[in-house]
T-cell receptor, first 111, second 104 residues
């Protein structure tokens, strides 16, 4: 069974530029999560989807971050414009019932 | 919101030693999971354990929900156990983690 797939693995952009991350969850997993992990810290939830619906986006900085989950499968997280403080690893996870499985993450560096 | 505290923050062991990692939480939980993040950053689900005790090989976990804590036991540690261990509760809220280094 394929795991959670994220792309790209690494991204370096200049500040004020846009950037997008893509996540393909495990087949059949109706719940999808996006996290941000800063160096030396635990992951912080940005948004949680149940199928196509965003059920928890309270921690998503909506002035510059947006996310979508088309047809309840793949998801895209976008930042526009990026700031230096957005440098972090962006993780996607999916679950069906309870156990969550994580992708390898996208390491974003904003210069 | 609910607070999650993990201890110790850092732990260094000699290969073969045993260890206990602790997760305290400030309110009742419906879900609790333990994850291991390896040195390459991959998060692996170890246990889903909102209550009771589970074992998987050299690892076991116990959650006492009424007393608001969970413990992760690692026996006969190996260098491959190195990494950060996270406790995650309810709405996918993570603790700060315990960084484990196992030396050969």
């Amino acid at each position: 069974e394929a795991g959670v797939v994220q792309s790209p693995r690494y991204k370096i952009i200049e500040k004020k530029q846009p950037v997008a991350f893509w996540c393909n969850p495990i087949s059949g997993h109706n719940t999808l999560y996006w996290y941000r992990q800063n160096l030396g810290q635990g992951p912080e939830l940005l948004i949680r989807y149940e199928n196509e619906e965003a059920v928890d986006d309270s921690q998503l900085p909506k002035d510059r971050f947006s996310a979508e989950r088309l047809k309840g499968v793949d998801s895209t997280l976008k930042i526009q414009p990026a700031e230096l403080g957005d440098s972090a690893v962006y993780l996607c996870a999916s679950s069906y019932d309870r156990d969550a499985f994580f992708g390898q993450g996208t390491r974003l560096t904003v210069v | 919101g609910i607070q999650v505290e993990q201890s110790p923050p850092d732990l260094i062991l000699q290969e073969g030693a045993n260890s206990t990692l602790r997760c305290n939480f400030s309110d009742s939980v419906n879900n609790l999971q333990w994850f291991h993040q390896n040195p390459w950053g991959q998060l692996i689900n170890l246990f889903y354990i909102p209550s009771g005790t589970k074992q998987n090989g050299r690892l076991s976990a116990t959650t006492v929900a009424t007393e608001r804590y969970s413990l992760l036991y690692i026996s006969s540690s190996q260098t491959t156990d190195s990494g950060v261990y996270f406790c995650e509760i309810n709405d996918m809220r993570f603790g700060a983690g315990t960084r484990l280094t196992v030396k050969p």
